[in-house]
């Protein structure tokens, strides 16, 4: 099993900082890709950024210049470092993570969500 446990969401005023973290646990032979998913309310969730082990960081074009995705391996952690943060950067965002178990068996998993509110 793969656990991600999220953690740094909050309210935050217009034009402030915040900053997320994902480790993931468990048993896992590699983590390929992590990324930050978001969920604002009525909306689908959508791809925020995501690093990956091949491939360098792909951002959402709306979070460009604003936010910073990085990766530490030797924990296993994802960060999301978000600024000049918007009132429509309100959602729920999601942690995930995939990769492979064993050679023959891949994961996909997803946090529990942290809520990022940002008052105008």
């Known amino acids: 099993q793969v656990q991600l446990v999220e953690s740094g969401g909050g309210l935050v005023q217009a034009g402030g900082s915040l900053r997320l973290s994902c480790a993931a646990s468990g048993s896992f032979l590699r983590i390929n890709t992590m990324g930050w998913f978001r969920q604002a309310p009525g909306k689908e969730r959508e791809l925020v950024a995501s690093?990956?082990?091949?491939?360098?960081?792909i951002y959402a074009g709306s979070v460009m210049g604003r936010f910073t995705i990085s990766r530490d391996d030797a924990k296993n952690t994802v960060f999301l470092q978000m600024s000049c943060l918007k009132p429509e950067d309100t959602a729920v965002y999601y942690c995930n993570a995939r990769g492979s178990i064993t050679h023959l068996r891949e994961f996909d998993r997803w946090g529990q969500g942290t809520q990022v509110t940002v008052s105008s």
């Open positions: 690093v990956a082990t091949v491939g360098g960081t």
